[in-house]
């Protein structure tokens, strides 16, 4: 324990004193995650609003980019890619339309199915917003030694393949 103790170790003393009869060790781990998670979120989200985009906008555009050329994808791709109903994905498209950074077109291959593309200002946007997205990536993991960064990612890879199945595709 670390000298000062921190909301959970407040949280798991109040536990053992109100229920001695379980562990609530776990939340060491699990609350502390939890936490972590929701200020990382933060910066990650502060960073992409700088750039005038949502969590979802920059995700979906980040998805298209990472295509390769020429940076598109279907709708059901893009859902399937970010983890967002295909509802969910009609709206997050057609904002991103409106704004101009990317557009819809008939597939080539086949005339029932619709692409998505990004515009030309749609990469360019996404190429400076992923561009500071990795410097503040880089500047979060800066707090810790890169042995316990590699040992962070090491544990969390053997963790995620525990709890999902791996993707077939970025």
């Known amino acids: 324990m670390s000298a000062t ?14 229920r001695p009869d379980l562990d609530p060790s776990p939340q060491g781990v699990i609350g502390r995650l939890h936490r972590v998670a929701g200020h990382v979120t ?15 906008d920059f ?12 940076y598109e994808r279907t709708a059901g791709d893009l859902a399937a890619h970010t983890l967002v109903t295909s509802g969910g994905m009609t709206k997050r ?6 704004a101009g950074l990317v557009v819809r077109r008939v597939a080539d291959d086949d005339a029932r199915s619709r692409l998505v593309a990004l515009t030309a200002a749609g990469r360019e946007l ?45």
Do not use: M
């Open 93 to 98: 498209i057609d904002r991103l339309e409106r």
């Open 5 to 18: 103790p921190d909301r959970l170790d407040l949280v798991q003393a109040a536990w053992r004193r109100e």
């Open 42 to 56: 933060d910066e990650l989200v502060a960073v992409y609003g700088r750039h005038g985009l949502s969590e979802g």
């Open 126 to 170: 996404i190429d400076a917003a992923f561009t500071d997205h990795l410097a503040n990536e880089h500047r979060l993991l800066a707090a810790l030694d890169p042995q316990d960064v590699a040992a962070l990612e090491g544990i969390l890879r053997r963790w995620l393949a525990q709890l999902e199945t791996p993707p077939s595709t970025a």
């Open 59 to 70: 995700d979906v555009l980040a998805t298209l980019r990472r295509a390769g050329e020429p």
